[in-house]
């Protein structure tokens, strides 16, 4: 266990946002900070509504302690390359929702750190658990920035291999994705059965309704219906690779992963099925405005 927490976890996060890096490039970038209105309500979502719909059910469904800290952990995580999948299967702009995905990440840096001190705070008792918000920070820098800026600068010096590289990098990330989420589960089991009540609604129920709040933000700000797409998949499909990963950081044990890492585990899953009946009807929509 302590091979998959300090070694595997890690690595395995690495490869991914590696993956979201090589279909980066500075023009992408370039190009969202030319729609300003895109940028400001992607980035309004994904900063401010996701952390505060998370803390609604974690209200409504009267949680508290380690699976309402893990719940809110999960929120402040950016979008994951699984957006981006998404994005492009339900007809949306795929380059936007690659930019804000990319965008969003490097900004985790700062934000992550200080919402999860702020989050922890909140959920659970003073004393038990110390986070250092520095080396959180660096640990973020190093498992987001650093990979997706690798992946960039690979893209522009070497093309050709990227090209080559990138179908097999996915599929990895896909297949590492997986194996992260069935570890989480397995790695806290007994707890995960207790509570899966609670769970699988709260879990099920965040992508739902995000996902229609982005598609509505987008609407709001005047953004055509692929822009709309981009933006709802932003904000209803979280990196759960990253909360796992951070879950098994911030406690560092040797033994287990602890319960804060199970919400993100169970969104790992249930994203997918929340996401089928409103990515059917956004993609209904694209195909009518093409």
């Known amino acids: 266990m302590d091979a998959l927490i300090s070694i595997f976890l890690p690595i395995s996060l690495g490869i991914i946002m590696l993956s979201l890096g090589l279909g980066l490039t500075l023009a992408d970038f370039a190009r969202v900070l030319r729609q300003p209105r895109a940028l400001l309500a992607g980035l309004f979502s994904q900063v401010v509504v996701i952390p505060l719909i998370a803390y609604c059910f974690v209200m409504i469904f009267g949680m508290s302690g380690e699976l309402a800290f893990g719940v809110m952990l999960l929120s402040v995580c950016p979008g994951g390359v ?15 929702s690659i930019s ?5 990440s490097l900004l985790s840096v700062v934000t992550v ?12 008792d003073a004393g038990s ?15 987001t920035a650093v990979p997706v800026a690798l992946g960039m600068i690979l893209r522009a010096v070497a093309p050709i291999l ?4 990138e179908g097999t990098l996915s599929t990895l990330a896909i297949i590492l994705f997986v194996i992260i989420v069935i570890g989480a589960l397995a790695a806290s089991w007994d707890v995960f ?6 769970l699988a609604p709260v879990t099920f129920g965040m992508v739902v309704v995000l996902l229609a709040i982005g598609w509505a933000i987008a609407t709001g700000a005047g953004l055509g219906v692929r822009d709309r797409a981009a933006i709802a998949m932003e904000t209803g499909i ?36 929340g996401a089928l009946p409103g990515g059917y009807l956004m993609r209904r929509a694209t195909k009518g405005a093409a």
């Open 113 to 124: 750190p200080i919402l999860v001190v702020f989050w922890a705070g909140l959920f659970l």
């Open 238 to 273: 979280q990196n759960s690779s990253l909360g796992i990963t951070l879950a098994g950081i911030i406690y560092a044990s040797p033994d287990a992963l602890p319960a804060i890492a199970l919400p993100a585990a169970m969104y790992g899953i249930l994203m997918y099925l």
């Open 100 to 104: 804000l995905t990319g965008l969003v």
């Open 162 to 165: 990227v090209n080559r590289i």
């Open 82 to 96: 699984t957006s981006n999948y998404l994005t492009k299967l339900f007809g949306g702009t795929l380059a936007l």
């Open 129 to 143: 658990l110390d986070i250092d918000a520095t080396g959180l920070a660096l640990a973020m820098f190093a498992l």
């Open 193 to 198: 059965t207790a509570n899966l009540a609670t």
